[in-house]
């Protein structure tokens, strides 16, 4: 493998999309999931099966996996909270058997109490349990299992996280059978220093090329603690076309770092990196018009006004 590859998974389908009040039609979500794969994007994760009244937006995750197109190349990622979410995507599988070698799903759990009782309705040794079953069941069926963690620097509700928490949780989830985890910065409140100190210990008892980066943007900080990430040896990170996003449990958390933002970082330094740029970026207008927002991406901006 090479190793100044990295790999970006496109969130802002489901992290992006997930928090926005009015319901956005299907046509819309299925247009954007197709204009991210022709971008070129390989990972793209397409909506979730939750409880629809903990998010309604992702309701209709399953018409958008049915209406969109796979693209060769593209692995599409569905986000699964306990066994009733598994049941959903599996029964999507045995209908449309050509989407197993092309799909994956991801599970969630967090580094603290208050944030995963908001989150999932469990403490996280409940959290974990529940998951290691739909882990297992979904290993069986020959289904991929990404793992998150939340919360990884402050919680909303408790503050300052603790790092060996972060660590215990990690190893917990590739025990269970996760390829990847991926540690989310959900409030956005990570510096370059934070970040490194977190890493440092999470990474001593977990292999740091199996971890991912999820950060949100909510202080700016995005880009420089995914690069951060990235000189510490982490090679995949989450980010949101236009810098979409929130996270509904995680109050005044805007969105992930734009994938625009990361893939200009990435390009200037040393590092390749899955994407057509300049069609991100114009998706990027696209969906921010579609939803009545101002696009957060600086880079997007900045190459359209040259
Ligand atoms: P609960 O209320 O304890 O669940 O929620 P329950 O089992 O008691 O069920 C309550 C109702 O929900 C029942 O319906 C179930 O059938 C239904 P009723 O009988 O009342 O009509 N239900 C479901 N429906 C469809 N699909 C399902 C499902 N499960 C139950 N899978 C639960 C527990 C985990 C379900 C809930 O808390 C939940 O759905 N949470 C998900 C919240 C969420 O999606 N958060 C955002 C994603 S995570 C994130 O953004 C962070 C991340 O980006 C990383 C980072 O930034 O940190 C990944
Ligand atoms: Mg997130």
Redesign the pocket.
């Known amino acids: 493998a090479n190793p100044n590859f990295v790999d970006i998974v496109e ?1 802002g389908p ?2 992006g999309l ?2 926005e009040k009015a319901i956005i039609p299907p046509e819309t979500k299925v247009e954007l999931v197709n204009r991210l794969s022709r971008a070129g994007l390989t990972t793209i994760e397409v909506g ?8 309604p937006q ?2 209709g995750t399953a018409e958008i996996l049915t209406k969109m197109d796979k693209v060769p190349g593209t692995t599409y990622q569905v ?10 995507f599996l029964s999507h599988l045995s209908t449309h058997p050509d989407f197993q070698p092309v799909s994956e799903i ?1 599970i ?1 759990t ?1 580094a603290s109490e208050a ?1 995963c009782k908001a ?4 403490s996280v040794a409940e ?1 974990l349990a ?1 998951l290691a079953k739909v882990t297992r069941r979904a290993l069986d069926h020959g289904v991929r299992v990404r793992g ?5 620097i402050t919680c909303p509700y408790s503050g300052q996280a603790d790092y060996g928490v972060v660590r215990d949780v990690t190893k917990e989830l590739f025990e269970m059978g996760c390829y990847e985890v ?1 540690l ?3 409030t956005g409140t990570g510096t370059p220093t934070s970040v490194s100190e977190m890493l440092e210990i999470v990474s001593a008892s977990n292999p740091i090329h199996k971890l991912a980066g ?1 950060f ?1 943007d909510t202080f700016g900080m995005g880009v420089a603690n995914a690069m951060t990430a990235v000189n510490a040896g982490i090679r995949t990170l ?1 980010s949101s076309v236009g810098g979409l ?1 929130g ?4 109050p005044g ?1 805007t969105g ?1 770092v734009a994938t625009e933002d990361i893939l200009y970082a990435l390009q200037g330094s040393k590092y390749e990196v899955p994407g057509d740029l300049d069609a991100i970026a114009e998706t990027g207008f696209w969906i921010s018009e579609q939803l009545g927002r101002d696009n957060a991406s600086r880079v997007g901006k900045a190459l359209r006004a040259r």
């Open positions: 969130v489901r992290d997930q928090n979730s099966f939750v409880s629809p009244k903990w998010v992702m309701a986000l699964v909270p306990n066994d009733k979410g598994l049941d959903s991801a969630f967090a944030f989150n999932t309705n469990a959290s529940r998150y963690v939340s919360v990884v991926s989310g910065d959900t999820h949100h989450d996003g996270c509904p449990y995680s958390a992930n």
